[in-house]
């Protein structure tokens, strides 16, 4: 049963690069990927350049945004050479490697820009962690479906080196949604208590940095659960303390 790794490509301009995506996708046993709000409206060259991979191609999912996409993934990594503090920035074999490992508890997902500007400040913001290609500084633009290619080799040599999986069955990581919904939580409990009290500048980047080591700490369903139940209680108190209750 192939692993729940999913490919999302956002606003694909270039239907050549998607069957030349396809093709590659099948080469290395992926077939799980999402197009989110595609450019690309002729897929006639798309369908010439998937050799063999017509079934990858029409088979993909489809999204209107990046959320919507990645909503029930455990770990979201976007292809961008930018340095965020907060964000690990990893190379294409160590995500492929932690891709493998993490998909034993559910979906994780590849994100790749678009083929003019790629990934916005806004969409870098919103995966979890970051992974670019080490090219030559001469030439550091990467085709989108050769970086699709190089991507998915990795993980395809990752999953042929992956041990087996464990008799008894890992516990359910907890998806991107809920760690947003716990990362909401915490804000909500910092702001009330008095801690973060300047959101948009100090605020937000302490909160980043806080909840960093809990999006590393690979939270399972039940502790996020937790999390979110001690969150709420917690900023309750708060505004019963301060309202004189």
């Not at 709000?37 to 998937?50: K, Q, S, T, V």
């Not at 292809?79 to 160590?94: D, I, M, N, Q």
């Not at 700490?217 to 303390?241: G, I, N, P, V, Y």
């Amino acid at each position: 049963m192939p692993l729940p790794i999913r490919l999302v490509l956002l606003r694909p301009r270039n239907a050549e690069n998607l069957g030349a995506a396809a093709r590659a996708m099948k080469n290395c046993g992926l077939s799980e990927w999402t197009w989110v709000r595609p450019e690309a409206e002729d897929l006639a060259p798309a369908r010439r350049l998937a050799v063999h991979a017509e079934d990858v191609l029409e088979a993909s999912g489809r999204a209107d945004t990046l959320d919507a996409a990645v909503a029930d993934c455990v770990w979201v990594v976007g292809t961008s050479s930018r340095k965020v503090e907060g964000k690990r920035r990893l190379s294409p074999r160590a995500v492929a490697e932690e891709m493998v490992q993490r998909a034993a508890q559910g979906p994780v997902a590849l994100v790749f820009g678009d083929e003019r500007s790629g990934l916005t400040n806004a969409e870098v913001e919103r995966c979890h962690d970051l992974s670019a290609v080490p090219t030559a500084p001469e030439q550091p633009s990467i085709n989108l479906a050769q970086a699709v290619l190089l991507y998915a080799y990795e993980i395809r040599m990752a999953t042929l080196a992956a041990s087996p999986p464990p008799a008894a069955p890992l516990p359910v990581a907890a998806t991107d949604t809920e760690l947003a919904l716990v990362e909401s939580a915490l804000e909500n409990a910092l702001v009330t208590g008095g801690f973060l009290v300047d959101e948009q500048t100090r605020g937000r980047t302490a909160l980043r940095d806080l909840f960093a080591p809990l999006r590393r700490s690979r939270l399972t369903h039940k502790e996020a659960k937790l999390w979110l139940a001690a969150l709420h209680t917690l900023a309750k108190r708060l505004r019963s303390r301060d309202a004189g209750g």
